[in-house]
């Protein structure tokens, strides 16, 4: 077994510090009180997000555009990124 020498453990200690102090603003995450229950704020705008892209989705196959879409799953999932991070920046800010 070896023995840590003195800066080995030191370095840790800092390592350990400043992982602690990083995580220390996830404590409290803005949540929404619905029907006495409270969800996270970024649950609801993902959901409300997945809407708006199955929305989307339904128009484009009703225009036609959805047959010359690229690669539609990578582009739904991005348009439900855009749609959920949209909608946390308008709602929370």
């Known amino acids: ?18 992982a602690a102090s ?3 603003g996830c404590s409290a995450s803005p949540s ?6 409270y969800f996270p704020s970024w649950m ?5 997000g997945i809407v708006l892209t199955v ?8 225009s036609g555009i959805d047959a010359e879409i690229p690669a539609p799953f990578l582009v739904y999932v991005s348009f439900a ?4 991070l949209g909608i946390w920046l308008a709602w929370l800010a």
């Not at 609801?44 to 409300?48: F, G, R, S, W």
């Open 1 to 18: 077994m070896r023995i840590p020498r003195q800066n080995e453990s030191g370095a840790r200690v800092w390592v350990w510090f400043a």
């Open 22 to 24: 990083a995580l220390g």
């Open 32 to 37: 929404r009180s619905i029907l006495g229950s």
């Open 44 to 48: 609801l705008c993902a959901l409300a």
């Open 55 to 62: 929305l989307l989705r339904l128009a484009l196959v009703r």
């Open 81 to 84: 990124i855009a749609f959920t």
